[in-house]
């Protein structure tokens, strides 16, 4: 008898690629933006649970790409859900990505990435976040 695998029985989330930047759209939640010769490519995607929003971003968290995520977490907060934010594959984060990171874990965004040293860079900004938001009085 041929296996046969079974549709699920329900969707638990909608996948929606998000991207609204200037940058010119590559692919489905794809930016890219060519600087002599070399493609700097940046992806986020925003999964929406029941109870959460998953934002996913891959690539750099530097320059003109700070501001697109912003937008994209600000979109995903304004629904009332609690907020994940996974760094995947990350290549660079520079200071204006590192404060945006401290500014949305102080909101209380749930900070997560793969790799040693972006798992180690949020959790840092995580405990610097909480640390200062209790020395404010």
């Known amino acids: 008898m041929p296996f046969r695998r079974s549709p699920p029985a329900r969707v638990l989330a909608r ?3 998000f991207l609204e930047s200037p940058l010119p759209r590559v692919g489905p939640g794809i930016a890219g933006l060519t600087k002599g010769g070399d493609a700097a490519i940046f992806r986020i995607d925003q999964v929406d649970g029941q109870r ?32 994940v934010v996974f760094l995947r594959d990350v290549t660079t984060i520079d200071e204006a990505g590192r404060s945006l990171l401290c500014r949305l874990a102080a909101r209380g965004v749930r900070l997560r990435g793969s790799g ?13 976040a909480r640390e200062s938001a209790h020395a404010t009085p």
Not at 52 to 70: D, F, H, P, Q, T
């Open 52 to 83: 959460r929003s998953l934002v996913i971003i891959e690539g750099k968290l530097a320059g003109e790409y700070v501001g697109v995520a912003e937008a994209c977490c600000t979109q995903a907060l304004a629904s009332g859900k609690r907020l």
């Open 116 to 128: 040693v040293y972006t798992s180690y860079l949020l959790r840092e900004l995580t405990r610097a």
């Open 15 to 17: 996948r929606e690629p």
